[in-house]
């Protein structure tokens, strides 16, 4: 099954210029604490499960995380539950690297 992935910036233009999508961040409650960007759905991966209903399986889920690697699991996930998902790319780190540097690394 082939996850496709988008840039942080990628999804940014596509936000702006009004794609419907859905920002699962899959994180803990304490990563968000330490660096989080702003309008996402958080479901901690742990619980994607058990809360998928949550989720609009209509509209495109961008799955993110630290760096790209639970948030591909949860986007592999997804897609086998019916979603149109996408994994963003680098995560977290990606995001405080290429478009906003004051985003803690941690």
Known sequence: MNIPEITPAEFV??????DA????????SWELGVASVAG???IPMGEVAARVNELN???EVVVLCRSGRRSLEVARYLQQ???NTVNLAGG??????DLDATIPTY
């Open 40 to 42: 996402v759905v958080h």
């Open 81 to 83: 539950k019916g979603f």
């Open 13 to 18: 233009a596509r936000r702006d210029r009004g």
């Open 92 to 97: 977290i780190l990606a995001w405080s690297r």
């Open 57 to 59: 399986p209509a509209v």
């Open 21 to 28: 999508m859905t920002l699962l961040d899959v994180r803990e």
